[in-house]
C-alpha cells in the first residue's frame, strides 16, 4: 500500500475509533448502564407496545392471560411503561426506545384530550388489573407523571409542548377532584393506598414542572399517607392496604422523602454553620435551634421520624415479602421505597439497589419479563414497575426537583 494512503487510512481508523468511544460516554452519559438481566427486561417491555402507542395490563376477570398482544390498552398501564423506558435512558429524541415513548405520548395525549372535563378520570375502561386492584382513577394519576416527566423534553417543539400542558393541567385537576375529605383518592381498588400514592407522586410532579397544583389538595394527601404509620408506637395502618403492611410503609415513605430530605439538609446546614453539634440528631429540638418555626419544625421532624421507621421495618423480610409472594402491588411498593431513596439521597441506596436486584434476577422469566404471583399478574405492569425500581437513580435530577420545589 501506498505510504501516505496507508497513513491517511490509519489516522481516519483512529478518528473513527476515537468518535465511537465519545459517542459511548455520550450514551453512557444519557443512558446510565444497567445490568444485562435488566437490559433484556426493557428490550421486552419495548416490543410489548402495541403500534399504537398504548401497553396494556389486562382485565380483572382474565388475569390468566399473560400475553401482552392479547390484552386491552389501558392508559395507566401504558403511562407507567413509558415512563419505565425514560428511567432507563430514552426520551423522545434520543435513545434506543425514543419511538416508543413518542408514540406513547401521542396516544395518551389523544386519551385525554378526546375525553371530558368533567369527572375524575380520563377513560371510561373499567375493571383492568391496575384499577381493581389499586383504584378506578389510577389512570388519570399515571398520566399526569408521564406528562410531568416528558413535558422538559418538549421545549423545542411549541406546538407539543402546548398539548402536553393543557393534558397535564387537565390530568391535575382531575386528580384533586378525585381527592376525598381525608386527602385519599375515591373510588380505591383492594389497596386503595396504592392509588393514593400515585396521585401523590402526580401532585408533587406537577408542581415541580411548573404546574398550578393547590397546595391544599397537596398538603391533605401527604397527611393521609403520614397517617398509615406511626413512628413511635410501629403501627402500621393497613385499612387501604388490603391488610399488607409493606403497601402503607412505602406510600408512607414516597409521601415524606421531600420532607425528610428537608429536615435533614436544614439541620447539616445548621452544623456546618456551627449553630448545632456534629453529633445532633434530625429531631423537632435540632430543627428549632437551626431557626426553624415550631410549626414547621413539628412537621419535618414527623416526616423525617416516618421515613425512618419505615426504612426500619423493610429490614423485616416478612414486611418485605408484602402479600406473601410478588404481584405488581409488590413491585410498585419498592418502586416507592427506591425513588424515597434516592429522593432523600440514602447512602444505603446502592446496597439496597445490588439487593433488589438480586431478588429480582432470580425471578425474571425466560423472555426477560417479569409477572405476578397475585392480583396484578400483568407482565407489562410488573415489567415496567421493576425497571423503574432498579433505575430510580437514573431519574434523581427529576426526583430531587419535586424536592426542591417543596423546599421553596
Known amino acids: 500500500m501506498n505510504p501516505i494512503k496507508f497513513v491517511g487510512f490509519v489516522l481516519l481508523a483512529l478518528c473513527l475509533i476515537g468518535a465511537a468511544g465519545n459517542d459511548n460516554q455520550s450514551r453512557s452519559d444519557r443512558n446510565p448502564p444497567v445490568s444485562q438481566f435488566l437490559d433484556k427486561g426493557i428490550d421486552w417491555l419495548a416490543a410489548a407496545q402495541f403500534p399504537n402507542g398504548g401497553w396494556g395490563a389486562g382485565s380483572h376477570q382474565h388475569q390468566e ?77 399515571m ?48 389497596a386503595g393506598v396504592l392509588q393514593s400514592a400515585m396521585a401523590h407522586s402526580a401532585l408533587e410532579a406537577g408542581q415541580a414542572a411548573g404546574r398550578d397544583v393547590d397546595d391544599k389538595v397537596l398538603e391533605r394527601s401527604r397527611e393521609y399517607q403520614k397517617g398509615n404509620l406511626d413512628a413511635k408506637t410501629g403501627e402500621v395502618r393497613t385499612e387501604g ?72 421495618m423493610l429490614d423485616d423480610e416478612r414486611v418485605l415479602s408484602g402479600f406473601g409472594n410478588n404481584g405488581g402491588e409488590e413491585y410498585l411498593s419498592y418502586m416507592m421505597t427506591a425513588e424515597s431513596m434516592v429522593i432523600t439521597s440514602d447512602n444505603n441506596w446502592k446496597s439496597w439497589q445490588q439487593k433488589m436486584g438480586r431478588r429480582f434476577e432470580k425471578i425474571q422469566d425466560g423472555n426477560g419479563s417479569w409477572g405476578g404471583h397475585h392480583c396484578i399478574t400483568s407482565p407489562v405492569f410488573c415489567t415496567a414497575a421493576v425497571i423503574m425500581t432498579l433505575t430510580a437513580d437514573h431519574d434523581a435530577k427529576v426526583l430531587m426537583s419535586e424536592q426542591d420545589t417543596k423546599d421553596k
Not at 405520548?105 to 389523544?110: N, Q
Not at 393534558?167 to 381527592?179: E, F, H, I, P
Open 65 to 141: 392471560i399473560r400475553d401482552p398482544k392479547a390484552v386491552q390498552i389501558d392508559p395507566a398501564t401504558s403511562a407507567f411503561s413509558a415512563m419505565a423506558l425514560m428511567r432507563a435512558g430514552s426520551t423522545l429524541k434520543q435513545g434506543p426506545h425514543a419511538s416508543n415513548i413518542s408514540k406513547a405520548l401521542e396516544y395518551l395525549l389523544g386519551v385525554v384530550e378526546e375525553f371530558p372535563e368533567e369527572g375524575a378520570n380520563i377513560t371510561s375502561l373499567t375493571s383492568t388489573q391496575p384499577q381493581v386492584k389499586m383504584g378506578r382513577n389510577i389512570d388519570v394519576a
Open 143 to 190: 398520566c399526569a407523571q408521564f406528562f410531568s416527566r416528558v413535558m422538559p423534553h418538549t421545549k423545542r417543539d411549541k406546538a407539543l409542548r402546548k398539548r402536553v400542558e393543557v393534558a397535564l393541567d387537565k390530568c391535575l385537576r382531575k386528580v384533586a377532584r378525585g381527592q376525598s375529605s381525608d386527602g385519599s383518592i375515591a373510588g380505591a381498588g383492594w
Open 241 to 312: 392496604a388490603a391488610g399488607v403492611e409493606l403497601y402503607s410503609i412505602t406510600s408512607n415513605q414516597r409521601a415524606t422523602a421531600a420532607e425528610a430530605s428537608e429536615a435533614e439538609k436544614k439541620v447539616n446546614e445548621a452544623k456546618r454553620k456551627g449553630d448545632l453539634s456534629a453529633d445532633a440528631p434530625v429531631s423537632q429540638s435540632s430543627l428549632r435551634k437551626a431557626g426553624v418555626g415550631n410549626k414547621e419544625a413539628d412537621r419535618l421532624a414527623k416526616a423525617y421520624e416516618q421515613n425512618q421507621a419505615g426504612k426500619r
